[in-house]
């Protein structure tokens, strides 16, 4: 099992800086991925950047203002949100996925944290 917390949203003018972080805890040396993912008010939750070993993937709207790292020694990843606009502002959520079988996986979520970007 793995939990989920994440924290450092809050409310910031188009243009400011925020860093995210999610501790996990539990079985964390069994998560191959993990990243963020975030959901806007009237839309659907969508992957923001995500983590593992080999590589480190970031929605097209982020890229080059986003960047996810993720710190073995305290079991948390971070995202730094750079250059934040608007269309930023939604509930962050903090995603772990572990391999349980051959073909399966298995996601856990945070309870998320929100985000406000002004203008």
């Known amino acids: 099992q793995v939990q989920l917390v994440e924290s450092g949203g809050g409310l910031v003018q188009a243009g400011g800086s925020l860093r995210l972080s999610c501790a996990a805890s539990?079985?964390?040396?069994?998560?191959?991925?993990i990243g963020w993912y975030r959901q806007a008010p009237g839309k659907q939750r969508e992957l923001v950047a995500t983590?593992?070993?080999?590589?480190?993937n970031y929605a097209d709207s982020v890229k080059g203002r986003f960047t996810v790292s993720r710190d073995y020694v305290k079991n948390t990843v971070y995202l730094q949100m750079n250059s934040l606009q608007p269309e930023d502002t939604a509930v962050y959520y903090c995603?772990?996925?572990?391999?349980?079988?051959?073909?399966?996986?298995?996601?856990?979520w945070g309870q998320g944290t929100q985000v406000t970007v002004s203008s």
């Open positions: 995603n772990a996925g572990v391999i349980t079988g051959p073909t399966t996986h298995r996601d856990y």
């Open positions: 539990g079985s964390t040396a069994s998560i191959v991925v």
């Open positions: 983590i593992s070993s080999s590589r480190i």
